[in-house]
């Protein structure tokens, strides 16, 4: 499933002309990265690192603290890009990468 | 913890301190924020100069945490401390020019600045991955920003996108070797997964701005402010070749993995050929420049590749010095879009510098990154014609540009003295072996100031040739004539070939004007040839 979102993205990411929704397929890209993370820290057999004394194995607790910056990241670059975008649209009344070549 | 080490932990957070002054200022009505500014930059050389001058004879790891892995880890090598001296040089410039005024006009400009210098500063030290990543962000997130502040929208839209997606083949490539692994320190011992040295080289050669994802430099570093364009080609840009030497040349020398050596090598031949035959057809001088950039990256992948580490960064932090001077240069002329012709606004020094500089640029000799090229020939067949065609290229495509108001040459000045004193250096080196080449030298920069002197481009081009032919004068060997015929060739080929096939080439047009879509899809095309490559071969 992971594998066909990441390829349904580049497609996206790769062919669309509008800025908005390159911006949307890349995010879906670093959250499958992010995801393909989260699920790698878990194996068989895991719970969440919630510490009790019912549960034995415990789910690999590193990753998951790094994604959380990770995500943060990937907002600051969205509010960035997005704000990026509602500027040029200002000046140039368009989205769309090819009428937007030498600005 | 010694006050050393603490003086190491502190070095990128003293940026933040200024930023955090600057911001309660904010509330006040007079302006403080280029005073504090200046202060903290001040203070972040002293505190760079102690660390030079303290530094250990061994490395030393730092820690922050018992969890030992798991937590911010700093280490003081040689090699970081070369990296070090770019980031000094940088900041130097920044303290001493006066014209970072024009840059950065407002407080928030300044404030993001100096976050944007935390980010630049922390990677010089950290030694895991993840405040490596962490400081890479913060770096290229306010690099957005200050694009921005120049009203050039698309250029940092563009920067954003090119380096997301470097990102995520970087956090791939985290997450690869911390499965395989277990661990997020930087250590060419630890980083054996070839899949995750994969995801850092694409990574990696997008960020450090390599074919065929070197076409967002001229546009993104163009449209920042001169100053901020001088910080971000000369120290953002070598960023992305210090991250191929940590995460990629010295796990695969560690290992054995030769491919990745010969692949950087590859890719970087095609970054130079194609970088200086654009800087040759470049009509804005600000993007010629960035071209030059562009080409120094494809030096050091060569370099690199070739397992010639010390001598990268030693090339990285004469760039730097002549990159920054070049740009902050950029103030005293008034260039146009696609127009070649230069005026000179007020100092009467400007033309004379700029062709100094851009002499190094090309890496003519007696200029450092002339030895660095031609000191070793071993790398493979061919690459004298290699480096020869792209200085050709380089000075030719310099020497297009022509000043309109040149002044008289002031000897006494001090400026001229500096830079003629910085660049005579290797020539004393060079003259401690064999002094009758003096008066070659002396030939060639008569050469070189007549090229940027005369009208047309055609005796600019050949005075050029003469330029760079020079360097053969010193060693007057049986293949003389044959050289200049292969530049002569070299430059009517790549011109016909321009004129017939790309000019009305729609693919290759694209590579020219910055064809957003079709970039991506070559990065795409990069990832699978590099996948490729290291499991299969050619």
Known sequence: ?103 | MSFYEQNVILFSIIPVLGFIINFFFKLLKKDYSKIVYKFFVFVQFISGLYIFYQFPSNPIIIKLSIFNDYAPVFEISSIRLIFLMLYMLMIFFLFFTKKYKNSFEDKISIMIFQAFLCGCSGLIFSKDMFSYFVYYELMILCSYILITSNKKYFAALKYMIFNSISSMFFLAGIGYNYYSTGSLLIDPEIINNKIAIMFFLIAFLIKGGFFPASSWVPTCHSGAGNIFSGCLSSYAISTGVLGLYRFVALPSIAHNYTSFMELIKIISVVTILLSSFLLFLEKNLKKALTHSTVYVMGVCGILLGSGEKSLVFIYLIIHCFYKMFLFILLFDIDFSENNTFLHVRSTSNVFWLFSLAVLIAAGIFPSFTYFAKMSFDNYFSGIKILWYVSMFLILAGFFKFKFIKSSKFKMKDKKIFFMGSAYSIPVFLFAAKKITFLGLILKKIIAIIVAGGVKGFISKLILSIIAVQNIEWLKIHDYFYVDIIILIVAYFLSYSIYMKYIRYNRFLNSLINNNLNMELFLILVLSSFCFNYIYFGL
């Open chain 1, 1 to 103: 499933m992971i594998y066909a979102m990441f390829f349904v993205a580049i497609y996206g990411f790769i062919i669309s002309n509008n800025l908005i929704k390159k911006i949307m397929c890349l995010n879906i890209i670093q959250s499958l990265v992010i995801l393909s993370f989260m699920l790698a820290a878990h194996s068989k057999g895991t719970v969440a690192p919630v510490i009790s004394d019912i549960v034995e194995k415990y789910a690999d607790p590193l990753p998951h603290s790094l994604m959380i910056t990770a995500v943060v990241v990937g907002v600051c670059f969205n509010c960035i890009a997005l704000s990026i975008i509602v500027k040029l649209y200002y000046k140039k009344k368009t989205v769309l990468v090819n009428k937007l070549k030498g600005v």
